[in-house]
Nanobody, 116 residues
């Protein structure tokens, strides 16, 4: 099993930027990776996925503002968040998935707060 550890989030002003990182305990080269988030009082939602060829997709709410990337050599993924809004306030979770055989896991989550 591959364990995931996110970097510390933090408090950011609206319009600001923050970069999250996620360290995996093993090789990620064969895995789909991504980020989920859970807003206060809401279900966990998909933010972005990046496949083994670094093809990406994003939730409409973050398209054009967030950028996901991966470094297979370092077993890391990143989430660059720009033009942050108060509605981006959430706990952000790193995510890993493989289809065959099926495996998925999340990190422990990191709080991101966008506020003045």
């Amino acid at each position: 099993q591959v364990q995931l550890v996110e970097s510390r989030g933090g408090l950011v002003q609206p319009g600001g930027s923050l970069r999250l990182s996620c360290a995996a305990s093993g090789s990620i080269s064969d895995y789909m990776m991504g980020w989920y988030r859970q807003l206060p009082g809401k279900a966990r939602e998909l933010v972005t996925l990046i496949d083994i060829n670094s093809n990406t997709n994003y939730a409409d709410s973050v398209q054009g503002r967030f950028t996901v990337s991966r470094d297979n050599a370092q077993n890391m993924i990143y989430l660059q968040m720009d033009s942050l809004r108060p509605e981006d306030t959430a706990v952000y979770y790193c995510y890993i998935r493989r289809v065959l055989p099926w495996y998925e896991n999340w990190g422990q989550g990191t709080q991101v707060t966008v506020s003045t």
